[in-house]
């Protein structure tokens, strides 16, 4: 399987499960405990606001009102 990462998923239930959006795929991580997993860079950073491609990566996911101007800025 091969995607995107998006931000990782839980829900509050006994006991808490844990997903992972991989592109357009939610992966169940619950399944993975005691397991071993590996995750491959594909060197490609993508916004995850526009979706294109860029060169840095932004280590914040909440954009303030105030950071609206960077985030155009990146993404045109």
């Known amino acids: ?14 006991p808490v499960q844990y997903h992972l959006p991989v592109g357009e795929h939610l ?3 619950n399944a993975f405990i005691g397991r071993e997993l590996t995750l ?14 860029t060169k840095k990566a932004i280590l ?6 105030a950071c609206a101007s960077l985030l155009v800025a990146i993404c045109a």
């Open 1 to 14: 399987m091969q995607g995107t990462l998006r931000k990782l998923k839980s829900s509050l239930t006994e």
């Open 27 to 29: 992966v169940d991580l």
């Open 40 to 53: 491959t860079f594909s060197g490609t950073i993508l916004c995850s606001n526009c979706g294109k491609k």
């Open 60 to 65: 914040k996911v909440t954009v303030l009102y």
